[in-house]
Every structure is written in structure tokens, then in C-alpha cells.
């Protein structure tokens, strides 16, 4: 891996030697691109036959392959527990505390206190479509942030032609609520460039993330399409809920679209009309995030730079009956 | 690298310090070589070394002064210190006169005092005696009291926070008659809208909490158990769920008083968080006191019914509204003559009229001034049936005549000013015109529609060209035009100017014709079609033939979106034109859709880079004509996909060539080089970035490069000659053909047949998709014809290339659409839906919206692709308030204006000439606050570009020293404009700035002069001129219009870039770093417009002066850094 980076190195390297001044010929070539290998964060649940969360499993317990290639994995996580690094021999041992982190795996995403608790975005709707809702809305956020992990970070966006971002993440509950309170009605809902933003910023902040969608559906205003958002989610290894407060065979489009862009990224969709039902989701998302496995590693060499599928397998036999929720896979980035 | 550069030179100066006067000739030398930062260093280090030294300081503070460093005041204060101690009174005096200007424009009065008094001291007597600078104290007129905070009551209002409370109302009454009310269904009444109703059910709420809130108007609760807090959440629709203490959580128990509660911004949560921690909440809750022209009394005396609030009276009453909007935009000596003479229920009923064309009405000593001045009185006295003389009374009978249409043809021409307002102006011809727009029948005049209604009226006063003789000059010859009028392509525009036109012997009867036409509801197509050809002969050292006008006019429904094309090369000839529209109806002839839309497509990709690379001086003006001709050809007659891969590779190579690019040169790359600016830019690494976020875009769009198709090309050729396969060339294509996904729907097949959504585009992508190149070269073997066709089938990938690569020179800043769906190119449809034919109209955004489809995608021709990505792009911009306003119309153009302007080839002196034009107003602009003469000059001048109201604020502004009040009311354009005005008199003050001028403008005239700068430092104004062409046409901002929105106004803003370009020379930035710093800066700024309407161009400017303030914050503590490292 080290001489990949390594080799990453030299190419930009060279491609920004190209670019000095005095040295640009019209003979000269563009730089080359290359596929940029980052870490990759892998989040997923375990549920048995009967959809109950399966805890306690151990890294030793799971197999990551990526195209079939089985990948190391780095760092493991249950929950909203600390996460632990994984060495070669399959062996564990805490990230936090490690003296002088020399150890720590490599790369800003390594940081130990990256990996603890899981950054959780917030997009409420506050479009016209909204209109009716909007304070049982606020409610039910305020109520599931305060229920949130200690360890979990939240930021809260609000939408409706823009996004506005009213509450930047942050541990302090008071500061999210206080900008969830500050949001204002707004008009049309360009639902799918919002949550486009927003996978963007999540995408910025290390350690695990999930973006919580509080919309009703109806997207009136988006230039980009749910599945090209979709991928991004995918490729950032970002889950997404969505929690809709319209019914099932109200907006059958939108609903599919919900039910596909969650599964596709591992997250979950609600259709939950009522208060009560609302709440029911958000704790079930919450539940989700507490009840759920995060490793990290750091790619096999691929010579694939489409599409890579992920597959999680249990290696236990007595496990063999458990359902795995992830994302299906991920593109590298073109780096250049 | 400059950072270290400085530093050295830092050092150096240290240790081989120079003679003072060395120093300061050094200086120059520095500065008029572009390296003003080093200057700068140079200058300080001297000034820290000689602190006696007076030539040294005063080189340093006036050179300070010239980049507009607030540092200069201390300098300077330092060098009069200086002088006090020497027997140089008038250098004592000349630094004072200084030091007081300075002073007024930071708002420091006292220190302005305290330095006219030093002045003085030394013999300084230019400005009268009796100033005296001290703050008058603010008289208090008239004002009515609102329920609740200022900020409460201005989210449920819709307006925004930053509004002066001066402005409350009038802002609230536009809001109230364009959003509060509606047509009743069931009567001719009108119905409040939601908007209002939720006001109104705020004011009841506010109303409430202030009786709450007690005398001492503070809510307070002192603890969870206390009984107010049970009150206190009744009213706001809460209550607490769980026990007081950290258990305890606010929950809605009435939903439209929560909503009330959380959209009007109430602490809430504050609140909740008391509730919670047991502690007292206090928040105060006094009414705002907000001003209002001439007393409730006299609006209230407007009303049928007497009574009640003054703020519920005025939410009931959209035309009282409407009046008070109209009074508000008139200057306030005209208002007063107004509301004196006229009794307030008879100017209500003409409120609409004096709402949209009352802006420009001035009374001055009793005389109403009007559009052609004392020779032009007359003419008004008949049209009007008033005098001017008698001020109100001719404005009174002004807008109750003819349903407004007097009124908006006053407006249009006092608007304008120069040689077409005296043309225009003229007398007789003045009458004729207003009886041709008035017609016979007058309703429904112009001010009923909710945006003005006289949009053809404004575009022809502000257009129309005078030739060299004085008369209106005619495209072609008025015979062209008389033929169009009888025999038009598309059916009658009027039946009686048809019959009109047969009598027409002068250019006069033409322009009448094109007032007749103003006044009708539906598109002015005779007036379009003139403004187009007018303005590609208004770039054109010979104008168009007969011929060429005659076939232009009768095309322009077809092509008209077409036409800015040729005034980006005006050396583009006659023929060439008629090649082009020959070349547009040949394609339409194409029977294939798939291959005519990709001919359309490779031709137009083509041609647009033919016109980036003309407008930003790539390819020379003496090789335009041939490049574009050349290209053109081919596309005369496409027959096949063959044919048409050749054509555009032909097409590529001709483009190379006009561009002084060697045959050898890799297309792809040489062509990325050129569309980021030039050739050989000035500042390779910012082209070298430009040149790579067009890459990454290329990447994201998973576009072919050129380079790999025309070598796949030779290769099939090579390949009919007995060659070896490339097995790794057909590999890269086919692994990037097969990254190609088709873009997921979820409608089923059924669904999308009917919506026909998307049919053409995914027969596009979908034929790639199925390019199997290596099975097919296996199957052709060395036949030369089959592998000919294998040829053919790369043109669809080819005009996805050659459109992708305009798609990226024109990506506006973010583009997020571009990197987020893989097929926004592809999808590009050139013919439309079925059923219509979009191939040569303007690009248009479609699609946006629709979770089921494939996300938004642009339709029609590339002619207006910047702008339609500026659309596309502008919902994914993140305003910094919670309720901005993202303004739809001018976002796009300003995201416009700042990308295709580049800046390659713009000197550091000739930013530096924007710099010392703004420096000189803001100086003017200060001394004009103590000299009434000098006041009035500039206020003549000011007035040709702002409103009289603005006018008269920026005078009252001055009459009390208010120099920063009256210098943040001028728009930057404004400000540039003044400049040049009074140094082209020749009559201003003469300070260093003027000198600095005079004495660039001297040294390299053919550089830095008027025009060039135009070009520099000018915006496109593709609607308003037809060209996207930077240029400075120093336009009075105009107003919303119908069919345009605020397009046009947009347009007309024309001070962003001067803005930039000053701040840039302040910062001693290289002019190329405004390549990538404009767009970001323009991102900014747009993110932070915090407006309350369609109008408030008063917003974008406060946006521009944050956004500028906080880089000049950065931009000087990055300074500092430098001087500290170059001290360390």
C-alpha cells in the first residue's frame, strides 16, 4: 500500500512540475489521471431472521471483499464504541490512548478520534410541500437529537430552493437545536441538490457519517437525479434515512426513489405520516446507528477503476443465516 | 514565490539602504512596472528607516493613499507632524487639505475638524469659513409603531433584515401588492394570500406577547413552575412535556401559532433551555418604531374607511400601499410638491402609474423638469394639456392621462441621455412618436401588469444608434424594412402599418412604426429583429449588406438566437453569414434525427469555440472570417456520420490553425490551453488551474478526448493499408464506452412514451452504448469502405467532445451539476421534444424537478449555454441568511459576467487606472461635502446615471458631512463614471489621483484609455445588446420588466467588475489571479445578497462592499505577515 502511495505521489508530483512556469512547451502534455485510493469506511448492520440486531460480533468474525479480493481490515467499530485497530494477525487494540498515535493507522481518517461516534446530518424540509407539518416536524428532530449517542457529532441543514446550513456539526445539542428553531419556511424543494450539498459536506469530515432526510417527497426544483446522488452517497460510503411524512401510495415515485437511494447507500426509509410514526422512525434510526458495524481499510491493489462491488461475509457458520444491510460498492476517485 | 520576492527585497532594503530621494524613484520605477506590492516594501522600509525624512513620507503616504490603505492617515498625520516643525506652509497645507478629505470619507468628523482647523492654520483658504463639521443632530420626523422586534416582524414580512428601517414600508408595501392578495374565485374582491394571512396572524401573536411583556415590554419567566411560563407558551402554541428540570422538553399544542412562533424566529429553543435549567428567561419585546413619510394621519385620511392601527389599515389596503411605494421612490421636494397640491384619494387612484413611472418625475422651484428641456416644454404642455411650468399640477394631469401610457413614454426618455434622448426629444417628433405608441385605444395601459408593461419602449430608447448625420440609423436600407412590414415571413404584425409601410420615405416613419408596436402585449418581433441587426453593425466597421440584412431579418424567428455569434468577430464577412444560415437550413433538411442533431451539435460546438476564441483574442480578427468559413463548409451538405466525424475534425483543425497552433500539437490539449484564455497567459500557474478544472470536468462527463479519436481515425485508416490492430487504442475507447450508464428513470416505458421526455437524448446515449468498435473492426478487416463507416460511428462521441469542451469553458463556479451527472453533455438536446424545433434557439434548462427523471438537462442550441449553466448552477448556491434570496434572472448573469470576461491580457497599469478612477470619485465625493460648487457638479453628473431620489440622498448626505453615507449610496460604475466625467472637463480638483490619470493615459495611450477599458473591465449583456462582448455602456440600473424579469436590470448592472478591479489593485494582485478570483468572489457575493425584492439592487451592492470588506481584512493581515517575516 505504501508504495501505491508512494507512486500516487510521483505522478502528482510530475504533473505539477509540468505545470511551473518556464517549463510549459506547447509539445507539453496534460498531467496524467489516476485513480486515487482513499481509506475506505465500510458501515453496515447484522440482523438475524427475525430482523433483531445482532451485536458482539468481532472483526475475526467478518470477510471484506472488494471484486473478490479479500481487503485487511484496519479499524472496527461496534456501535458508537470506541473503534479499535485490527493487526495482522487478527489480534485488536484501542486507537485511543496509543502512545504518540506513531502506530495509528495512516492518513488523517486514522485519527483515533475520527472513528468515535458518527456525524449525523441532519436535511429537514422546509419547502411549501412542508407547510402543515413543519412544527411536528421541528419536534421530532429536536427529540431524536437529543437522543443521540454523546459521542455523536449532528449538523442541521434545512432546504427548500437553497440549502442553508443552520446548524454546522457540532457535540453541542443546544447549538443544533437552536438552529433547527431558527429555520424559516421556505418555497419550491430541490430535495436532491440539497442532499447532493450535503453528501458533499459530510464527505469533507473523517470518521463515520449519515445523513437523516426529514422530507415529505416532492422535489420540484433539482437539476441533479436521486440516482446520480445516490452514487455519490455510495462512492462516499455515506448512508442515507429518509424519513417521509407522506404515505407509501401518496407519491409512488418518490417512494421508490426513498426506497431505492437508502438501501442502494445502507441506510433505511420511513413513511411515517403521523407524529407518533415519526418518532418511532427516528428512534429506529438511532437504534440503527448504536446497533451498527464500522471497519476501515485500506484497498488491495485493483486494477478495476469503474465500479467495485463490496461484499461483507460472516465467516461463522452459525452466522450464516444473519442478513447483512451495506452499501454494494463504490467508485475510486479520479485524482489527479 | 511573491512572498518570498518581498521578503528579499525586505532584506536587501535593510542592509543597502538608499537615499531618500533613490528610494522614492525607485518606487515608481516599481510601481510603473506592475510590482506595486514591492513598491509598497520598499516605501515602508524607507519611511521606518527615515522617519524624518519628508519627501520619503510623503512618497509613502501618497502612495498608500493611491491603493486606498486606510494606513495612509497616519502617514500622513505623521508627515504633518513633520512639517509643522519647518517653515513649508504650503506642504503643510496641501497634507492637512488631505488629512480633512480622508477624515470625512472614515467618518471621523472630529478628526476632520481637527485638521481643517491645522489647515487653515497654514494659510489654507479654499474652502469657505463657516464649515462646520460637528454631527447635526438627528431630527426625528414622523413614526408609527409595529408589534414585536424589528427582525420578527421583517422574516413574517418577507423583508429582509438588512433593510433601513427608514425603507420598512416601502418594502413591506411592494411585498403586500405583488404577494398579499389574489383574485377572489368567487367575486371580484381581492383575497389575501397565505403570505398574508400568516402576517397578519403574527401581528395578533406580537400584539399578544407585547401585553405579556407588561409595561416594562420584557417577557419574563422566572422559573419552569412560575405561572407566566404556562401563559407564555399558550401564546407562542407550546407546552412542556415532562417534569421541570432537565427532563423538560417544549412540544407543539397549536400548530399555527408554533409555526408563528418559529417562523417570526422567537428564541425558542433559548426559552426551552431555561425551562430546562430552571433559570429565568428574559427577552425583550418592545414594539419597533419604524419612520413613515409625512405621519399616519395623512394615509390613513387615503382610506374609504377610517380606523384602526395604522398597521393593520396599511396590510388591508394594497393601493394605499402602492402610493406609498410610488411617493417613496419620487425625491423628496418633488413628494412634498406632490402631496401638497394633490388631494391623497386622487393620487391613490393613479398610484399604479406613479409606482412604476414616477421615478424619474423632478420639481425643482415649482417647474417640472422634463426629458428634452426647455426646447421639448412646449411639446409636453400639448401632450400633457398642463404646463411645465405649473410642476404639480403637470405631473398630476402626467399620470392620469391615457391609462399611463404619457407617463411610461416620459419615463423611457428621461431615462436616457446624449444625442438620441435630443433626437428622440425633438418636438414634432416627439409628438408623432407619443400618438404612434399612444394609439386609438389606450386600456389596458402599461402599469396594470404586475411588472411594467413598457419593456419594448425602454429597449428602444436605450438601443436606438444615431448614425454619423444625426438620423436613426436603418439595418440595410429602409426599403428592406418596409417589405418585411408588407410582406412578412410569418403573417401580419399590424394591419395598419402594413398599409402604413408602403408611404414610408424617411427613417423617422420607421422608428414610428417601431413605437406602435411597443404598445402591444405580445412579442415585438420588428422591434427584436431591428435591435439585432443594429447591434451587429454597431460592432462592425462596415455594416451589413442589403442583402445579408434582408435575409437576417426574414430568418430571425429561426435564428435569431444565433446572431451574437457574429458580433464576437466583427470582421466576419457578409458571406460568411449568408454560409451560416445556409449551412443551419441544410441541416434542417437532414431526414436522420440522430444525425442532424449531431450535426447541429459538432456544428455549433464548432462555431462556439470559434467564438470563445475570437472574443478572447486567440484567434486573430484578420483570421476569423477564414476560420469560420472553412468550418462552415462541410456542413453544407452532411450526408453521413462519415462525412460528418470529417467535418468536425476538419473543424478542429481549422480552429488550431487560425490560432498560430503548429500542425504537430495535440488538439485536445492545445484546445483546453486556448479556451482557458490564451496562448501564452501571463500567469501560467492560474491558467495552469483554469486549464484543470476544465479537465476534471471533461473527466466527470467521461468524455473521449480529441486526442484518442482522430488517432483511432488514422489508425482505421492505417488499418485499410494492411496495419497491425492497436489493440491497447481500441481498449481505452471501449472501456470508456462501456463506463457509460444509461441515466435511470423510474418511469416505465409506458410513462415515458407519453411524457416523450428524453427520447432523442437516450437514443444518443444509448447508441454509443452499443459501440462495440472492436467487433466491428474485426468484422470490417482491411475493407476500407466498412472501416470508413467505423469512422462515421465516432462522430456521436466527437460532438459530445467538441460540446463538452464549451460546456467547460463556460462551467460556472461549483458546477456541481458537471461533476455530479456523468451524462449532462450527452444529454444535450439539439432538436427538442417532438413536435418542436429547438436546434437554433437559445439554450433553454429543462427537465429540473422531477425525482422520476434522468435530473435536469439543457435543450436547444449552444448560443446561450453560459447562461443557462449560470441557471442550472445557481440553486446549488448556499446563501449565508436563512431567508436570502437567491434571484433567479441575476444570479445567472452575474455568474456570466464573471466568467467569460478573462483578464490574460489586462495590464497591472490598467487596473490600477480603475483603482485611481474610484479613489478620485470617493475624493470628489468627500471635497464635494465642503464646496457647494463642486456639489453641484457632482450631483449633475451623478444624475445621469441614478435616480433623482438617490440624487437627493446622496445631496443630503453631503449638506451634513455624511461622506460615507452619501459614498455607499453610489454604485461603483457610478463612481468610475463620475470620474471620468469631471477629469474630462477638465474642470476638478487637480490631486494626485487626477495626475496619476493623466499621466498613464499619457504614457501609453493605445493602452489605457476609455474603451480599452470597456473591454477590460465591461460585463456581456446578451439580451440588452446582442453581444457577449464585455463592455461598459453606462446604463442607469433598470427596473423589472415584463418578459424579461430582472434579466435586463442584471444586464444593467455594470459595477461588479470595477469593483473587482479596484479591490484587485488595492491588493496589488496580478490582473491574471482575476481569472480564478472573480468567479469565486462573485460566488460570495451572491451567497450573501440579502434582498427584499426583485429590485433591491441596493442589496447587491451591500453584498459586493461585505464581500470586498472581508478580503481587504485578509489581504492586510496577509500583509502584515509579509512585513513581519521580512522584519524577522
Redesign the interface.
Known amino acids: 500500500m505504501k508504495n501505491l502511495t508512494m507512486l500516487l505521489a510521483w505522478v502528482l508530483l510530475l504533473g505539477a512540475w509540468a ?4 517549463s ?1 512547451t ?6 496524467v ?1 489516476r485513480v486515487k485510493v482513499d481509506m475506505v469506511v465500510l458501515t453496515f448492520t447484522v440482523t438475524d431472521s427475525k430482523g433483531r440486531y445482532v451485536n458482539g460480533l468481532k472483526p475475526s468474525d467478518f470477510r471484506i471483499l472488494e471484486d473478490g479480493i479479500v481487503q485487511k481490515i484496519a479499524t472496527f467499530a461496534e456501535g458508537n464504541r470506541p473503534a479499535v485497530q485490527v493487526l495482522a494477525d487478527g489480534s485488536t487494540r484501542p486507537l485511543i490512548g496509543s502512545p504518540g498515535g506513531s502506530e495509528d493507522p495512516k492518513g488523517l481518517e486514522g485519527r483515533a478520534d475520527a472513528l468515535v461516534g458518527t456525524n449525523v446530518f441532519i436535511l429537514f424540509d422546509t419547502s411549501n410541500y412542508m407547510y ?1 407539518g ?3 416536524a ?2 421530532a428532530i ?2 431524536f437529537i ?1 437522543g443521540l449517542d454523546r459521542a455523536d457529532s449532528v449538523a442541521v441543514y ?1 432546504f427548500s ?6 446548524a454546522p456539526l457540532t457535540r453541542d445539542r ?1 447549538e443544533a ?2 438552529g ?6 421556505g418555497d ?1 424543494a ?4 440539497a442532499l ?2 450535503c453528501l ?1 459536506d459530510a464527505a469533507k469530515v473523517p470518521g463515520r457519517k449519515v445523513i437523516v432526510v426529514f422530507s415529505n ?13 445516490r452514487a ?1 452517497a455510495e462512492d462516499e460510503g455515506i448512508p442515507i434515512y429518509v424519513i417521509s411524512t407522506n404515505e407509501v401510495n401518496k407519491d409512488p ?2 417512494s ?2 426513498f426506497r ?1 437511494i437508502t438501501a442502494r447507500t445502507g441506510g433505511r426509509a420511513y413513511f411515517a405520516k403521523t407524529w407518533q410514526k415519526q418518532v418511532e422512525a427516528f428512534e429506529s434510526v438511532r437504534e440503527d446507528l448504536g446497533n451498527s458495524y464500522t471497519v476501515t481499510y485500506y484497498p488491495a491493489p485493483n486494477p478495476n477503476e ?1 465500479f467495485r462491488k463490496i461484499t461483507v461475509e460472516i465467516v461463522s457458520d452459525v452466522a450464516k443465516k444473519y442478513r447483512i444491510r451495506a452499501r454494494p460498492g463504490y467508485r475510486p476517485r ?1 485524482a ?1 | 514565490m511573491r512572498r518570498i520576492r518581498l521578503v528579499v527585497l525586505g532584506v536587501l532594503a535593510s542592509l543597502h539602504p538608499l537615499a531618500g530621494q533613490d528610494v522614492v524613484a525607485r518606487a515608481r520605477e516599481l510601481e510603473r512596472r506592475g510590482e506595486a506590492a514591492e513598491a509598497r516594501q520598499l516605501l515602508r522600509r524607507a519611511a521606518e528607516n527615515a522617519p524624518h525624512d519628508a519627501a520619503v513620507l510623503s512618497a509613502y503616504a501618497e502612495f498608500l493613499d493611491r491603493y486606498r490603505d486606510p494606513a495612509a492617515r497616519e502617514v500622513y498625520d505623521k508627515l504633518l507632524g513633520l512639517l509643522n516643525r519647518s517653515d513649508q506652509r504650503s506642504a503643510r497645507a496641501a497634507t492637512a487639505r488631505r488629512l480633512v478629505l480622508l477624515s470625512l470619507m472614515a467618518g471621523d468628523r472630529a478628526g476632520a475638524a481637527r485638521y481643517l482647523e491645522a489647515y487653515r492654520a497654514a494659510g489654507g483658504g479654499e474652502w469657505p469659513a463657516g464649515v462646520r463639521l460637528e454631527t447635526p443632530p438627528a431630527a426625528e420626523g414622523p413614526y408609527i409603531e409595529i408589534p414585536g422586534p424589528f427582525e420578527s416582524f421583517a ?1 413574517m414580512a418577507a423583508v429582509s433584515q438588512e433593510t433601513p428601517p427608514g425603507e420598512l414600508l416601502a418594502a413591506l408595501a411592494r411585498n403586500v401588492v405583488t404577494n398579499g392578495y389574489q383574485a377572489s374565485s368567487g367575486n371580484e374582491a381581492l383575497e389575501p394570500t397565505e403570505y398574508m394571512k400568516l402576517l397578519v396572524r403574527y401581528i395578533s401573536q406580537a400584539r399578544e406577547l407585547e401585553r405579556f411583556a407588561g409595561a416594562e415590554k420584557v417577557i419574563r419567566v422566572e422559573s419552569c413552575e412560575s405561572p407566566q411560563a404556562g401563559e407564555l407558551l399558550r401564546i407562542l ?1 407550546y407546552r412542556m412535556r415532562g417534569a421541570c428540570g432537565s427532563e423538560v ?4 399544542v397549536n ?1 399555527t401559532r ?2 408563528l412562533t ?2 417570526s ?1 422567537f ?4 426559552l ?2 431555561a425551562l430546562r435549567t430552571n433559570r429565568p428567561f428574559v427577552y425583550e419585546f418592545k414594539p419597533t418604531r419604524v419612520p413613515i413619510l409625512y405621519g399616519a394621519d395623512y394615509w390613513l385620511g387615503a382610506r374609504e374607511k377610517g380606523g384602526g392601527d395604522f398597521i393593520d389599515a396599511y396590510l388591508a389596503d394594497p393601493a394605499l400601499c402602492r402610493l406609498y411605494l410610488g411617493l417613496s421612490k419620487l425625491d423628496r421636494e418633488t413628494a412634498d410638491e406632490l402631496r401638497k397640491a394633490v388631494p391623497v384619494q386622487r393620487l391613490r387612484a393613479f398610484a399604479h402609474v406613479l409606482d412604476f413611472y414616477g421615478g424619474m418625475f423632478e420639481i425643482r422651484n415649482g417647474r417640472a423638469l422634463v426629458p428634452g428641456g426647455a426646447r421639448a416644454e412646449r411639446a409636453w404642455e400639448e401632450l400633457v394639456g398642463v404646463s411645465p411650468s405649473k410642476g404639480a399640477e403637470f405631473f398630476e394631469r402626467l399620470i392620469s392621462k391615457d391609462d399611463g401610457w404619457l407617463a411610461s413614454f416620459f419615463d423611457a426618455l428621461a431615462r436616457i441621455h446624449g444625442p438620441v434622448k435630443d433626437y428622440l426629444t425633438e418636438p414634432e417628433r416627439m409628438k408623432r412618436f407619443y400618438m404612434a405608441v399612444r394609439g386609438r385605444v389606450t386600456s389596458p395601459g402599461p402599469a396594470r401588469p404586475v411588472f411594467r408593461a413598457n419593456t419594448e419602449m425602454l429597449l428602444l430608447t436605450h438601443r436606438l444608434r444615431l448614425d454619423p448625420d444625426g438620423r436613426p440609423h436603418i439595418p440595410g436600407n429602409l426599403e428592406i424594412w418596409k417589405n418585411l412590414f408588407i410582406k412578412h415571413p410569418h403573417g401580419k404584425y399590424d394591419g395598419r402599418l402594413t398599409r402604413l409601410a408602403s408611404t414610408w420615405t424617411q427613417p423617422d416613419d420607421l422608428i414610428e412604426a417601431l413605437f406602435a408596436l411597443c404598445r402591444k402585449a405580445v412579442e415585438n418581433e420588428p422591434l427584436k429583429i431591428f435591435m439585432a441587426l443594429s447591434d451587429i453593425n454597431r460592432y462592425r466597421s462596415k455594416p451589413l449588406e442589403a442583402a445579408t440584412v434582408d435575409r437576417l431579418a426574414r430568418k430571425y424567428r429561426d435564428l435569431g438566437a444565433q446572431y451574437s455569434i457574429f458580433n464576437d468577430a466583427p470582421t466576419v464577412s457578409d458571406k460568411t453569414i449568408l454560409q451560416f444560415v445556409d449551412a443551419t437550413e441544410s441541416i434542417d433538411r437532414i431526414r436522420n434525427s440522430a444525425l442532424r442533431a449531431d450535426t447541429a451539435g459538432t456544428m455549433q460546438a464548432l462555431v462556439g469555440i470559434w467564438q470563445i476564441l475570437c472574443r478572447q483574442g486567440a484567434i486573430p480578427a484578420s483570421e476569423a472570417d477564414a476560420a469560420l468559413a472553412g468550418l462552415l463548409a462541410p456542413f453544407a451538405e452532411i450526408n453521413d456520420a462519415k462525412e460528418l466525424f470529417d467535418a468536425g475534425r476538419n473543424g478542429v483543425a481549422l480552429l488550431l490553425k487560425a490560432a498560430g ?2 500542425a504537430d ?2 488538439p ?3 484546445l ?1 490551453d486556448l479556451l482557458a484564455g490564451t496562448a501564452q497567459p501571463s500567469d ?2 492560474a491558467h ?1 488551474r483554469l ?2 478544472e476544465m ?2 470536468i471533461l ?1 466527470a462527463q467521461k468524455l473521449i478526448s480529441l486526442n484518442t479519436l482522430f488517432e483511432l481515425a488514422d489508425h482505421l485508416e492505417a488499418l485499410g493499408r494492411g496495419e497491425k490492430l492497436n489493440t491497447a487504442l481500441i481498449n481505452r475507447i471501449a472501456s470508456r464506452i ?2 457509460l450508464q444509461l ?2 428513470t ?2 416505465s416505458s409506458v410513462e415515458r412514451n407519453a411524457f416523450a421526455f428524453g427520447y432523442w437524448t437516450e437514443r444518443h446515449i444509448e447508441a454509443q452504448r452499443r459501440l462495440n468498435l472492436q467487433a466491428a473492426i474485426e468484422r470490417a478487416g482491411t475493407d476500407a469502405g466498412r472501416l470508413a463507416e467505423i469512422r462515421g460511428s465516432l462522430a456521436p462521441l466527437l460532438r459530445d467532445t467538441l460540446v463538452g469542451l464549451n460546456y467547460a469553458h463556460y462551467a460556472p463556479p461549483g458546477a ?2 458537471l461533476y ?3 451524462q449532462f453533455v450527452r444529454s444535450h438536446d439539439f432538436l427538442g421534444m417532438q413536435g418542436t424545433n429547438q436546434t437554433w434557439r437559445a439554450t433553454d ?1 429543462f427537465g ?9 438537462r439543457l435543450v436547444g442550441s449552444l448560443s446561450g449555454l453560459a447562461y443557462a449553466l449560470a441557471e ?2 445557481q ?5 449565508s441568511r ?2 436570502a434570496l ?1 434571484w433567479g434572472d441575476l444570479v445567472p448573469q452575474m455568474i456570466l459576467s464573471a466568467k467569460i470576461p478573462r483578464w490574460w491580457n489586462v495590464s497591472p497599469s490598467q487596473m490600477h487606472w480603475v483603482g485611481l478612477h474610484m479613489r478620485y470619485a470617493e475624493s470628489l465625493v468627500a471635497e464635494a461635502s465642503l464646496d457647494s460648487e463642486l456639489r453641484r457638479r457632482v450631483l449633475e453628473s451623478l444624475s445621469r446615471l441614478a435616480l433623482p431620489a438617490r440624487v437627493r440622498r446622496v445631496a443630503s448626505a453631503l449638506e451634513v458631512f455624511d461622506v460615507r453615507e452619501a459614498w455607499n449610496s453610489i454604485t461603483p460604475l457610478e463612481a468610475f463614471a463620475l470620474a471620468r466625467e469631471i477629469l474630462e472637463s477638465k474642470t476638478g480638483p487637480e490631486n494626485l489621483f487626477a495626475a496619476e490619470i493623466r499621466r498613464m493615459a499619457a504614457e501609453a495611450p493605445d493602452r489605457i484609455n476609455y474603451q480599452v477599458i470597456s473591454r477590460a473591465f465591461g460585463t456581456p449583456k446578451p439580451t440588452l445588446t446582442n453581444s457577449y462582448q464585455p463592455e461598459l455602456l453606462y446604463l442607469r440600473t433598470l427596473p423589472t420588466l415584463m418578459g424579461y424579469s430582472s434579466r435586463i436590470m442584471a444586464e444593467s448592472w455594470e459595477s461588479n467588475t470595477l469593483y473587482w478591479a479596484a479591490l484587485a489593485d488595492e491588493m496589488h494582485l496580478p490582473p491574471a489571479q482575476l481569472n480564478l478570483l472573480i468567479p469565486e468572489w462573485t460566488r460570495q457575493t451572491v451567497e450573501r445578497i440579502f434582498a427584499t425584492h426583485l429590485e433591491d439592487w441596493p442589496a447587491v451592492l451591500r453584498s459586493l462592499r461585505n464581500v470586498g470588506e472581508d478580503i481587504r481584512l485578509r489581504a492586510r493581515k496577509e500583509m502584515l505577515v509579509d512585513q513581519k517575516a521580512s522584519l524577522e
Open positions: 505545470l511551473t512556469p518556464g510549459r506547447w509539445a507539453q502534455e496534460r498531467p489521471f402543515r413543519f412544527v411536528y421541528s419536534d429536536a427529540d437529543r434545512t430552493r437553497n440549502l442553508s446550513r443552520a443546544n437545536i437552536l433547527l428553531r431558527k429555520a424559516v419556511a419550491d430541490a430535495l436532491y441538490n447532493l450539498l458533499r417527497g416532492p422535489d420540484n426544483a433539482s437539476m441533479v437525479a436521486p440516482d446520480d446522488v455519490v415515485i418518490s421508490a426513489v431505492r469503474g479520479p489527479f | 422574516r402554541g422538553v417544549l412540544e407543539t400548530a408554533a409555526f418559529i417562523d424566529g428564541p425558542v429553543a433559548e426551552e433551555q497552433v503548429p500539437q495535440r485536445q490539449d492545445r483546453l501560467p500557474d495552469a486549464v484543470e479537465t476534471r473527466e462501456a463506463e441515466p435511470r423510474f418511469l456541481q451539476v455530479t451527472n456523468p434548462v429540473s424537478g422531477w425525482p422520476s427523471n434522468a435530473g435536469g442550472a448552477e440553486n446549488f448556491m448556499v446563501p436563512e431567508q437567491i
